[in-house]
């Protein structure tokens, strides 16, 4: 079945958005609904509406909208803070569930801030552990014994290259390690079967594919079995068994709830909340589908009409997530002129050209639309214009 609601976005005019892989367009239900918070909520009921609004909720509630799109049960993801503090969150408790092992396992796929908290981490415990990061393809030879936990993002944030999740899982517990995954580029983008495969911990952000938002909160899942023996290492007062007793000693929450650290975005939280209400009735197998249908067909028209890109993301759609990346050497600036041109993509470092393929709200003559003006834009070497070199600070 379709999933395509282009409807329910409020897309400007002209634009072909192939970016939702890093920010997610505005569902037409959010500035109503976080109006209505400001003003009915917030304004009308002050602090009141922390009991009456159901602030204090938000983040299990919320959570639990996340946790549908990502094969997680009722109660296992809570919102907050960023994805940064998510991972840091994860591998600490990881960590902590294997205190003979000394090795963090990831994959040169990750992405930095992932790593940059791990070796955070590693300096303030002190305890020596490392952190070994190699290349994708050799992950599951790099499981052994000295692992303590696994961490890796599921679908590589440049080329779109995703790991088999199931496998890695099943090869980490096999070996004794903790699973950590990052679906910063799944939920949303992907099936995601996290009660299947088992794995302890899984992170990721609401911003992209959800479109929650600049800013939008973060979300965190622990294998349920496993939630209340997590130690957490941030230890807020609102992850406290009982927050509004002001005891001077820490105990966590039950559950994933331990998670939360403090006062949770409440308007970001609702600008999330009315987005996710774009999936209501998404087949995630439909969405993949169609995800898959946009970016062959992209893939085709690119390769019939830029014979000078070379494709970055893996050919077979079974082993990508829902993005195909090109290198290509005048990548920021081909990349500013199709902004300037009205296809939104983005560019990563060194080399690659990005585009994100959304089915909710992208379809098959936009896909070809945008191959035909990139084609343009190589063909008459519309890219070579000074305008287009200057670097502006987020890529
Ligand atoms: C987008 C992304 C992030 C961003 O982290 P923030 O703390 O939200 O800025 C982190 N990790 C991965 C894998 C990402 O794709």
């Not at 290259?161 to 799944?186: N, P, Q, Y």
């Not at 990346?325 to 470092?349: C, E, K, N, P, W």
Request: hydrophobic fraction near 45%; include cysteine; charged fraction near 20%.
């Amino acid at each position: 079945m379709s999933v395509l609601r282009k409807h329910l976005f409020d897309l400007p005019e002209g634009v072909i958005y192939l970016d939702g892989n890093s920010l997610g367009p505005l569902p037409k239900c959010v500035a109503g609904r976080v109006a209505q918070m400001v003003t009915g909520e917030w304004g009308a009921h002050l602090i009141k509406g922390w009991n009456i609004d159901g602030w204090m909720d938000q983040p299990a509630r919320v959570g639990d909208r996340v946790g549908h799109l990502i094969g997680a049960v009722p109660g296992s993801v809570v919102m907050g803070d960023t994805l940064s503090i998510k991972v840091y969150q994860a591998l600490s408790a990881a960590l902590q569930m294997r205190p003979a092992r000394r090795m963090i396992l990831s994959d040169s796929g990750n992405f930095p801030t992932d790593l940059y908290m791990a070796e955070g981490l590693i300096r303030h415990l002190s305890h020596g552990h490392d952190l070994k990061i190699v290349r994708p393809e050799e992950v599951m030879e790099n499981i052994t014994n000295e692992v303590a936990a696994v961490m890796l993002t599921h679908v590589d944030y440049r080329t779109g290259r995703m790991h088999d999740m199931a496998a890695i899982t099943k090869a980490a517990h096999a070996a004794g390690a903790v699973m950590i995954w990052d679906l910063a580029h799944s939920a949303g983008a992907v099936p995601v079967d996290l009660a299947a495969c088992g794995a302890e911990f899984a992170v990721g952000c609401s911003y992209k594919y959800l479109n929650g938002g600049p800013g939008a909160p973060a979300f965190i899942y622990i294998r349920p079995d496993l939630a209340d023996q997590v130690d957490p290492a941030l230890a807020g007062w609102l992850g406290h068994a009982a927050p509004f007793a002001f005891d001077l000693e820490y105990r966590p929450a039950p559950g994933v709830a331990r998670m939360r650290v403090g006062t949770p975005p409440v308007l970001q939280m609702t600008a999330l909340d009315a987005a996710l209400d774009v999936w209501e009735g998404v087949d995630m197998g439909d969405l993949r589908a169609a995800s898959i249908a946009l970016s062959e067909r992209f893939i085709a028209e690119v390769a019939a009409r830029c014979p000078g890109l070379a494709l970055a993301s893996p050919h077979d759609p079974e082993l990508r997530g829902s993005q195909v990346s090109f290198h290509f050497t005048h990548g920021y600036a081909t990349m500013q002129a199709l902004i300037a041109h009205g296809v939104i993509g983005d560019f990563r470092a060194p080399d690659i050209m990005r585009f994100g393929f959304t089915p909710l709200y992208i379809d098959e003559g936009d896909v070809i639309a945008a191959a035909e003006i990139l084609g343009r834009i190589l063909k008459d070497r519309l890219w070579d214009d000074p305008a287009y070199h200057a670097r502006q600070a987020v890529t």
